[in-house]
């Protein structure tokens, strides 16, 4: 368990409006966001920083470029004045943002990680976190992803996708726990 969750920066990755719009198939998580929003209220509440990253797609198409409504930061994790909002056109949050020179030059270590979608962004964001030294932990009810087919043509559940990639980053980039875990720890160190 990460000793230093109750210090933890909240990492907020691409709860975006358009997000739900990228796939047409289903998702797990249906409380991600909601435990999404219980995170930020106690990162606010405790005065501990809460830092946005959005993904501003060069896709022309794409829901989530920018000048779409899509692009949007969804209400429920929508970053106030004081909150630092990073924005990427890749996968990781870490490449051509200044993340990660932000926190280093904050002293900021310990990062709970949460956001959309499991398999893309926030598992990138959390191995590379991992590799650069970061303390990283995953909030596995704090994100979701969508079902999809692989290139063997077999169908994937959205929960089969999250799980499997929750499975490979626990213990190897991370500490994989759940909303109540990482709340409950919170609590016992205050």
Not at 48 to 67: C, D, Y
Not at 132 to 149: K, P, Q
Request: charged share 20%.
């Amino acid at each position: 368990m990460n000793s230093h969750v109750g210090k933890s920066v909240l990492l907020v990755i691409d709860v975006q409006a358009g997000i739900d719009d990228l796939y047409q198939s289903e998702r797990n998580n249906p409380q991600a966001e909601s435990n999404i929003e219980k995170l930020i209220a106690n990162w606010r509440q405790r005065g501990v920083e809460v830092i946005h990253v959005k993904h501003n797609s060069t896709e022309a198409q794409s829901p989530l470029r920018p000048g779409q409504s899509g692009n949007n930061v969804k209400p429920c994790a929508a970053p106030i004045a004081s909150e630092k909002l990073f924005e990427k056109s890749v996968n990781s949050a870490f490449i051509g943002t200044g993340l990660e020179a932000y926190l280093r030059e904050n002293n900021l270590t310990d990062l709970v990680i949460v956001g959309l979608t499991t398999d893309h962004c926030v598992s990138t964001s959390t191995r590379m976190a991992g590799n650069l030294g970061f303390n990283a932990t995953l909030v596995s009810d704090a994100t979701a992803t969508f079902a999809r087919v692989g290139p063997d043509g077999e169908s994937y559940t959205a929960e089969q996708i999250h799980n499997v990639n929750l499975l490979s980053l626990d213990k190897e980039f991370c500490t994989v726990m759940t909303t109540e875990q990482v709340l409950n720890s919170i609590a016992e160190r205050s």
